[in-house]
């Protein structure tokens, strides 16, 4: 297995593609949940936050204003979201494939833009929560959660501003947390583009993108492990969202990006580079598709359990569509 891992690294994204088909992997279209993953003790009590925080602030593809409550939450209530009086939990089986964004969706009601709340959140430790949304409009049959700086700095500051206490269920009782471990590789896939996860003892996540048409990014590697509890705040946190100059138009006129700003992400420019440097780190952008990454793997989360598996997860030009995907097949039924 290490041999495969060398290999996905170094060889041609067709060539590895092939050879995930043809080793042992399993692909998540082939692969039941159960016989792929099993929960195992993380070692530690469930947590949740110590008291509430608010954070507000523009949405960036909608534009509009809106205000998130994090409070505390029971032990095994998970981490959910209340908006117009509707419990929407934060789980793959709300998940919604949108464009440039995490969305869940139930009873008509969506809640749009999750990923770097919900990372912050996974990272972390706090596996119960309930975050209380509110748009704008008091008819607002959506909400998306504010972009900040377009990183997840704020939030990772409202969560140590609120603290984090070990949670107690009805019965002021405390939780073991039980986390996902991978029996048997698994992938998904969409030309050259996938996300795959490893058996491993302790989490990893190795990142690559590949922007050939844009010289200041190219192409970039990053792997990253969270050794403590300060290791996301320091490595993860700061990094940005981040958009091709050349592709801002396109995107807004699809309805996208109409709060986006020099403000809350990145640009650059394929012929003159970065926009509005100075970067947080030479390869910013990079780490950031980590920070979506446990943003949308938190999903596999269910009743303060689960979130980002213990596996190597290792993905190439992957984006939110494949992310979820993969965490679909990391659940247990």
């Not at 900040?148 to 501003?161: L, N, T």
Request: charged share 25%.
């Amino acid at each position: 297995m290490k041999l495969a891992v060398a290999v996905a690294v170094k060889a041609k994204n067709s060539t590895l593609i092939s050879l995930m088909r043809l080793s042992s992997f399993s692909s998540a279209a082939s692969s039941s949940s159960s016989s792929t993953v099993s929960l195992k003790s993380s070692g530690r009590l469930q947590q949740t936050l110590a008291g509430p925080v608010e954070v507000n602030g523009n949405s960036l593809h909608s534009g509009k204003l809106s205000t998130v409550k994090l409070l505390p939450a029971i032990a095994g209530a998970g981490r959910y979201f209340e908006f117009r009086s509707r419990s929407i939990p934060a789980s793959i089986e709300f998940a919604q494939e949108s464009p440039l964004c995490t969305t869940l969706l139930k009873d008509g009601l969506r809640i749009r833009t999750v990923e770097h709340l919900l990372s912050a959140l996974e990272a972390k430790g706090v596996d119960n929560c309930k975050i209380e949304i509110e748009s704008e409009s008091p008819d607002d049959k959506e909400v998306e959660v504010p972009i900040c700086d377009g990183s997840a700095k704020e939030w990772v500051d409202a969560i140590e501003e609120a603290g984090i206490n070990v949670a107690q269920n009805h019965g002021g009782e405390t939780v073991e947390k039980m986390v996902v471990h991978l029996n048997k590789p698994v992938y998904v896939c969409k030309n050259d583009s996938f996300v795959a996860a490893f058996p491993a003892l302790e989490t990893r996540i190795t990142c690559g993108i590949d922007f050939p048409q844009v010289p200041a990014i190219g192409c970039q590697w990053f792997s990253w492990k969270p050794e403590d509890d300060s290791t996301y705040a320091k490595d993860i946190a700061e990094c940005r969202t981040f958009c091709v100059y050349e592709e801002v138009e396109k995107m807004r006129e699809a309805g996208l990006i109409k709060g986006g700003s020099l403000d809350n992400a990145i640009v650059c420019s394929a012929e003159h580079g970065w926009m509005n440097p100075p970067l947080r780190f030479d390869n910013e952008a990079c780490r950031h598709k980590i920070l979506d990454l446990i943003g949308d793997l938190s999903l596999v989360a269910q009743g303060g359990n689960g979130g980002f598996p213990v596996a190597h997860v290792v993905a190439f030009k992957a984006g939110h569509t494949l992310h979820t995907e993969l965490a679909r097949h990391l659940t247990i039924d």
